[in-house]
């Protein structure tokens, strides 16, 4: 578990590709330069995904994990 | 993000497909989930997606098809009923998956803002009117298309 303090928790369990970086950009858009965002997801591709999504948009992912079936991911708003 | 990379996603569909119509939504929405923008050009058959009420009645055929996890001979799958088997079958898979439908990706892509543009052309061709395609979508030719994919842009043919 991380002891990172996420702003806000987004779930998008069950979701396939396109949808876990579609929630991930729309949760985003409504947060603040500096906050964290944690995502949990169970698509196996949105552990490429994510990495794929902060290299392009410029977000920075602050650590990764994997809990049982789910993968949660850190990322700050850097802009 | 470096100052090379591509800003724009620029799509053809050329197929009514079911199978075939999956592809632009995915990649479209995603795109402008990276802080892309991205058109859609539909075109030929492809015009059939956007069609009013269409979109979640494609068909996908096991003809000339061999990759369709459903394996039977071209021979079987052009009889009758071989279509609507093999649709239903693929609308289950990706209901399992929990694969949005079209309609929601369609849904997903105009909220986005993703440009969906019909062909003028093809309506010609098949005697489509402007009134018979979606609301919110815009009809141009290959001009339009191509002056959104000539700036700094990936070009995908589906």
């Known amino acids: 578990m991380s002891d990172l303090k ?3 928790t987004l779930d998008n369990s069950g ?10 950009k729309k949760a985003m858009d ?4 500096g906050e964290i965002l944690k995502m949990v997801a169970t698509d196996p591709g949105s552990v490429s ?17 994997k809990e049982g079936e789910k993968f949660v991911f850190y990322i700050r708003k850097v802009k | 993000m470096s100052e090379e990379s591509a800003k724009r996603l620029a799509i053809i569909a050329t197929h009514g497909t079911l199978d075939m119509a999956y592809p632009p939504f995915i990649l479209s929405t995603a795109a402008v989930a990276m802080d892309m923008e991205a058109a859609i050009f539909f075109t030929f058959f492809g ?4 069609k009013k009420g269409r979109i979640d009645k494609l068909k996908v ?12 001979p071209n021979i079987i799958a052009m009889l009758p009923g ?12 990706m209901r399992k998956a929990k694969v949005p439908k079209l309609s929601e990706l369609l849904a997903t892509a105009q909220e986005m803002g993703v440009r969906l543009i019909g ?20 009809i141009g030719g290959a001009a339009t298309f191509l002056e959104f994919a000539s700036q700094n842009a990936v070009t995908l043919s589906f």
């Open chain 1, 15 to 24: 979701l396939s590709c396109p949808m876990p970086i579609i929630k991930t």
């Open chain 1, 49 to 65: 995904d994510i990495q794929a999504w902060v290299k392009k948009t410029g977000q920075e992912l602050l650590e990764q994990e």
């Open chain 2, 61 to 72: 055929s096991p003809v000339a098809n061999p990759a369709m996890p459903m394996k039977i």
């Open chain 2, 82 to 93: 071989m279509t609507p088997l093999a649709t239903t079958m693929m609308n289950s898979w």
């Open chain 1, 6 to 8: 996420p702003d806000l």
């Open chain 2, 119 to 138: 062909c003028q052309m093809t309506m010609d061709v098949m005697g489509v009117k402007k009134e018979d395609l979606i609301d919110g979508i815009e």
């Open chain 2, 47 to 50: 015009l059939e997606i956007l």
């Open chain 1, 30 to 33: 409504g947060m603040k330069v």
